[in-house]
């Protein structure tokens, strides 16, 4: 069993930064690979950023590719999203995910993570 817990998240201006951090619960973090997803008002949730166990092997949606940086601290339980150069369609609620994978990758999929947390608001000014 892991819970995930959603921090950082907030407003800030066009071209700004924000870093989110997940915290996560339970002795086996380090066999999950994390996965952040995001959904904006009327829209389905989408895919943002994946990370493997190890942490050797990442995936990025193309919309973010060169401005996200995903990354974690199996020390510290903790999975964080840097986001770098924010644009107002980065505008979401931002959730963080665990999913078991016997091999190290970083799966895009949302139906390989199996622990959701309960979100964190990014609101992007123009």
């Known amino acids: 069993q892991v819970q995930l817990v959603e921090s950082g998240g907030g407003l800030v201006q066009a071209g700004g930064s924000l870093r989110l951090s997940c915290a996560a619960s339970?002795?086996?973090?380090?066999?999950?690979?994390m996965g952040w997803f995001r959904q904006a008002p009327g829209k389905e949730r989408e895919f943002v950023a994946a990370?493997?166990?190890?942490?050797?092997?990442?995936s990025y949606a193309d919309s973010v590719k060169g401005r996200f940086t995903i990354s974690r601290d199996n020390i510290k339980n903790t999975a964080y999203l840097q986001m770098n150069s924010l644009r107002p369609e980065d505008t979401a609620v931002y959730y963080c995910?665990?999913?078991?994978?016997?091999?190290?990758?970083?799966?895009?999929?949302?139906?390989?993570?199996?622990?959701w947390g309960q979100g964190t608001q990014v609101t992007v000014s123009s």
């Open positions: 339970g002795r086996t973090f380090r066999s999950y690979a």
């Open positions: 995910a665990a999913g078991y994978t016997a091999l190290a990758v970083a799966p895009i999929s949302p139906f390989n993570y199996g622990y």
């Open positions: 990370i493997s166990w190890s942490g050797g092997s990442t």
